[in-house]
């Protein structure tokens, strides 16, 4: 059973940090692409970063540039997102992703149950 369990979420001030982490399992997990994604109440899923299988290609969503980092070890299959600065508006459920990378289509993804990011002001 593949799983991908998304943790290090919590409640921080604003300017704070947090680092999520993802652990993949039930599969190989080479040539995959993975990333986060978030969701706030009301609004539609929001795509966050994402990282290629041998971390050569990262990608962010403008609002999180220069204030997250998004990794990957590859011999544990743990994704990581590095998140500094954080602001309200940064408050969300966020999911961990993972697909082939060749395959970018909904019904090739895996998701996470998400862990919850709460950033106070």
């Known amino acids: 059973q593949v799983q991908l369990v998304e943790s290090g979420g919590g409640l921080v001030q604003t300017g704070g940090s947090l680092r999520l982490s993802c652990a993949a399992s039930?599969?190989?997990?080479?040539?995959?692409?993975m990333g986060w994604f978030r969701q706030a109440p009301g609004l539609e899923r929001e795509f966050v970063a994402s990282?290629?299988?041998?971390?050569?290609?990262?990608a962010y969503t403008d609002s999180v540039k220069g204030r997250f980092t998004i990794s990957r070890d590859r011999a544990t299959n743990t994704m990581y997102l590095q998140m500094n600065s954080l602001k309200p508006e940064d408050t969300a459920l966020y999911y961990c992703?993972?697909?082939?990378?060749?395959?970018?289509?909904?019904?090739?993804?895996?998701w996470g149950q998400g862990t919850q990011v709460t950033v106070s002001s």
């Open positions: 039930g599969r190989t997990f080479v040539g995959f692409t």
């Open positions: 990282i290629t299988w041998n971390g050569g290609s990262t």
């Open positions: 992703m993972a697909r082939p990378s060749i395959v970018d289509a909904e019904a090739a993804r895996y």
